[in-house]
C-alpha cells in the first residue's frame, strides 16, 4: 500500500468514526428521517415532497435490520465517497501530496459532519454533484465519450434521489459555452447520453405526470410555508460558514482562475457553474 492510499484510508476511516462519535443517545431519530424510513413500506416512482431513491435506501435498510447503525451508515457512507471522489479529482487536476490531504481536510471538516449524520437526501445530493462534476473532469480530461454516458447515468441517479442537480446543469451549461469547451455541443454522444439519462428518469417523470405534478404544489408550499422567513443576505452568509475553515483554499482557487492559465480552462467550467 503506498504512501497516498494509506493516507486515503486514513481520511475514510477518520471520517466513519467522527459521523458516529457526534450522535447522541440522547436524542431521537429527527422528524424527516422517520418520513424516508416510512417510505420503504409505500415503494413508489415519486412521493410528494422527494423522488424515489431515498426509499429504495429505506428498504435496503429495512432488510438490514432498521437499526440506528444501519439508518445513520448510509448518510455516512456518502460523506466518505464524497472525501474519495474530491481526493481523485485533486488527482486528475496533478495535485501532490499536500493538495490531497488539503482537498480531504476541507471536506471532512466542514458543516458535512452534520449533513451526514442525518438520514435524508442532502448527503447523497453532494455527492451526486461532486461525482457528476469528476465525469466532467474526466472527460475534458480523456475526451472519451464513455464519461459522457457515465456523467448521464450520475445525473439521472442524482435526479431521482433530489431534483435541484437540475441546478448543477443549468450553470454548467453557460459556463462550458463560455470556454473552448464548447466544443462538447457538436458531439452526437452527448445528446444519446441525455437520451440515456432521460430514460433513467422517465418513471419518476410519469409518475409526476399522472399525478398533477405533486413537486410544483410541494416548492409552492415551501415558499409560503418556510423560504419565506429565509433572508437573503443571510442565506448567503451561511453558505461561507458552512466551509469557514476553507476559506482559504476557496478563494486561493479563485486567484488560480484569474491568474493561472494553465488552470483556466478546466477550473473555469466547474467555478462558474457554481457561482450561478
Known amino acids: 500500500m503506498t504512501k497516498k492510499t494509506t493516507i486515503l484510508v486514513g481520511f475514510i476511516g477518520l471520517k466513519f468514526l467522527l459521523q458516529f462519535l457526534l450522535l447522541s443517545n440522547e436524542y431521537d431519530l429527527q422528524r424527516d428521517e422517520y418520513l424516508h424510513l416510512d417510505q420503504a413500506n409505500h415503494l413508489s416512482w415519486g412521493y410528494l415532497s422527494v423522488p424515489p431513491f431515498t426509499s429504495w435506501t429505506s428498504y435496503l435498510i429495512q432488510l438490514l435490520g432498521n437499526s440506528i447503525f444501519w439508518i445513520k451508515f448510509f448518510p455516512a457512507l456518502y460523506g466518505v465517497l464524497t472525501i474519495f471522489i474530491v481526493w481523485k479529482a485533486s488527482e486528475e487536476l496533478n495535485g501532490n501530496l499536500f493538495a490531497l490531504i488539503l482537498g480531504a481536510t476541507c471536506v471532512l471538516f466542514s458543516a458535512l459532519l452534520r449533513l451526514n449524520t442525518l438520514y435524508q437526501p442532502n448527503s447523497f ?18 475526451d472519451q465519450a464513455k464519461w ?4 448521464a447515468a450520475v445525473f439521472a441517479i442524482g435526479f431521482l434521489n433530489k431534483y435541484n442537480i437540475l441546478f448543477l446543469l443549468i450553470g454548467l451549461f453557460p ?5 473552448k469547451q464548447r466544443k462538447l455541443f457538436f458531439n452526437p454522444n452527448l ?13 419518476n417523470l ?7 405534478f405533486p413537486v410544483f404544489h410541494h416548492l409552492k408550499q ?19 460558514l458552512f466551509f469557514i475553515g476553507s476559506l482559504l483554499v476557496i478563494f486561493s482557487s479563485f486567484y488560480a482562475l484569474l491568474f493561472n492559465k494553465s488552470l483556466k480552462n478546466i477550473v473555469f467550467s466547474f467555478s462558474h457553474s457554481y457561482l450561478l
Open 175 to 179: 459556463s462550458l459555452l463560455l470556454t
Open 191 to 203: 445528446y444519446f447520453a441525455a437520451l440515456l439519462g432521460f430514460a433513467l428518469i422517465f418513471p
Open 222 to 240: 415551501l415558499a409560503e410555508t418556510q423560504l419565506v422567513n429565509v433572508d437573503r443576505f443571510d442565506f448567503l452568509k451561511n453558505q461561507l
Open 206 to 212: 410519469l409518475w409526476q405526470y399522472n399525478n398533477n
Open 125 to 142: 445530493d453532494v455527492l451526486s454533484w461532486t461525482v457528476l462534476y469528476f465525469t466532467l473532469l474526466k472527460y475534458i480530461k480523456t
Open 148 to 151: 459522457l454516458y457515465i456523467g
